[in-house]
């Protein structure tokens, strides 16, 4: 079974000591094996510290992020672009230091409401950019996903198809794609189809309701798209990522426009969202074992 991993602001949007050492301690206790931590500011708790207490606990850590206008690697300013390729080199070094081993979210642009469409130059400063950071990455035993995201949150990269196309033009070995029920719910014409044609590709995912609350109170429909993780051989973390107005991050909360509470009780949220998933991946592989033809 695949390990089941939860994003942090389903506990706090801060990253001090304490916030640090409960999201810790309730995903543990609830059987979750990774935490996905956004935003993580090195200068505000001990970083060695917390990798010892995550490497005790045996809980693995994921580290997402997207991009700023201001240092948004598809400009066609070379000053931003420069900004941006600081933040990733930095992200890198954030996500070795706590051990982990994915860097995720949306790395090639800025993970904003675009009012242009992407350019040319645009797309190729991108790309140039994601292959000198995945070099740097290499080198520190990360790899970098690229997170397919809805057109609200993005410009560049809206489907699997265009994420496939982007990587094989960036070319290293280190770079998959981050793939999202959510997304794929607005942009894929058929989510499961996509997520068979990310392939050995697919290096990260992310279970979400299509509005972002308890999993099986919106419109995704789940059965096939545990399928098609299965059908795909991808055996790494599906990570369950939901946001409420009950946890407000002020950057994140708004970019992905979360004005409305769609739970109160984290714990609740989190147990839930453990148990679906461990249903659903169950009921995929026995599907997947009594449909098997000789
Ligand atoms: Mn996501």
């Known amino acids: ?15 001090t000591p304490a916030d640090l050492d409960r999201a810790l301690e309730r995903s543990s206790e609830l059987g979750y094996t990774l935490i996905e931590f956004p935003r993580l500011d090195p200068k505000k708790f001990d970083v060695p510290s917390f990798a010892r207490k995550m490497a005790e606990r045996k809980i693995g850590i994921a580290v997402t992020m ?31 230091d706590l051990g982990a081993k994915k860097l995720g979210g949306i790395l090639f642009s800025a993970h904003s409401k675009y009012m242009t469409m992407p350019t040319a130059r645009g797309r190729q400063n991108s790309i140039d950019t994601i292959r000198k950071v995945a070099r740097a990455a290499a080198a520190a035993g990360v790899t970098l996903n690229l997170e397919i995201v809805n057109r609200f949150e993005s410009n560049l990269l809206n489907t699997t198809a265009q994420g496939l196309a982007f990587l094989e033009e960036v070319g290293e070995p280190n770079v ?24 050995d590709r697919l290096g990260y995912f992310h279970i979400g309701e299509s ?41 994140l909360s708004i970019i992905t ?36 033809t000789p």
């Open 211 to 251: 509005n972002r609350g308890y999993l099986g109170a919106g419109t995704i429909e789940f059965p096939p798209i545990f399928d098609a993780l299965l059908d795909n051989g991808y055996t790494d973390t599906v990570t369950f990522e939901s946001f409420s107005s009950a946890v407000v991050d002020k950057d």
């Open 1 to 15: 079974m695949n390990p089941i991993g939860i994003h942090a602001f389903v506990w706090s949007a801060g990253s």
């Open 257 to 292: 426009g979360i004005w409305r509470n769609t739970w109160d009780d984290n714990i609740d949220l989190a147990r839930h969202a453990h148990a679906f998933i461990t249903d659903q991946l169950t009921s995929a592989e026995r599907r997947r074992r009594i449909t098997r």
């Open 176 to 199: 998959y794609l981050h793939l999202d029920v959510f997304h794929m719910n607005i942009e894929e014409a058929n989510p499961a189809d996509a997520i068979r044609a990310a392939g």
């Open 66 to 96: 997207g991009l700023l206008p201001a240092n948004d690697i598809s400009s066609e300013d070379a000053s931003v672009v420069a900004a941006g390729e600081r933040v990733l080199l930095e992200a890198v070094s954030v996500a070795r």
